[in-house]
Nanobody, 120 residues
Framework: QVQLVESGGGFVQAGGSLRLSCAAS????????MGWYRQAPGKQRELVAG???????NYADSVKGRFTISRDNAKNTVTLQMNSLKPEDTAVYYC??????????????WGQGTQVTVSS
């Protein structure tokens, strides 16, 4: 069993900041990429930011310069620092991990989601 547990969502006014954290636990051999996705009402889930095990990052154009993703490989955690939040950032944010449960068993796992609401 593998679990991804998110924390840190909430309500904030435009221009404010929030920090999301995600911890992966369970039967984990190694983790490749980790990332954050979001889904707003009536919209498709989209990639917000991703980070490889080597630390290479990528961001959606809409969040570049405002969000920062980081990870702690020793603790199997990934964090998303969100600054200068805008109302259009309002969504449910999901943690994602591409990992190996053994040297031959690879899978993609999701957290349960955490709500981020930004008021104007």
């Amino acid at each position: 069993q593998v679990q991804l547990v998110e924390s840190g969502g909430g309500f904030v006014q435009a221009g404010g900041s929030l920090r999301l954290s995600c911890a992966a636990s369970g039967s984990i051999f190694s983790i490749n990429a980790m990332g954050w996705y979001r889904q707003a009402p009536g919209k498709q889930r989209e990639l917000v930011a991703g980070i490889t095990s080597g630390g290479t990052t990528n961001y959606a154009d809409s969040v570049k310069g405002r969000f920062t993703i980081s990870r702690d490989n020793a603790k199997n955690t990934v964090t998303l620092q969100m600054n200068s939040l805008k109302p259009e950032d309002t969504a449910v944010y999901y943690c994602n991990a591409d990992l190996y449960r053994s040297s031959w068993t690879r899978g993609e796992y999701w957290g349960q989601g955490t709500q981020v609401t930004v008021s104007s």
